[in-house]
């Protein structure tokens, strides 16, 4: 095994357990957090750097091109796609009404 074979592997291990912390601190913010905004805000973090992280830190690791392939149209979709959805989740709410909280003593429009 070479040293760049092994630095690879640590850098992607690294990479794969930042996704992993951003994952769980999507999901602890799904659950702690008061309000349909917030916890929106949380899904999409979790989407976007959560799940990248974990697809780049796969990507590290594979060896084969096609599967590497897989991989980046994969980081593609989550990219375009999950930010999209939480603002259309956002858009729907405040099309039905639905107003974000204040900030402690300051008002929203």
């Not at 957090?33 to 799940?51: K, N, V, Y």
């Not at 375009?80 to 300051?106: K, M, N, V, W």
């Amino acid at each position: 095994m070479s040293t760049l074979h092994v630095a690879l592997q640590i850098l992607s291990d690294l990479v794969l357990a930042a996704g992993v912390l951003f994952v769980l601190t999507g999901a602890a913010g799904l659950h702690r957090l008061p309000e349909f905004f917030m916890r929106t805000h949380a899904a999409s973090i979790t989407d976007s750097a959560g799940a990248g992280l974990i697809v780049l830190g796969l990507l590290l690791r594979t060896e084969e091109f096609p599967t590497a392939l897989r991989l980046v149209l994969i980081a593609f979709f989550l990219m375009f796609t999950s930010p999209t959805a939480s603002h259309a989740l956002a858009q729907a709410a405040l099309g039905d009404g639905f107003r974000p909280q204040g900030i402690r003593g300051r008002k929203t429009s």
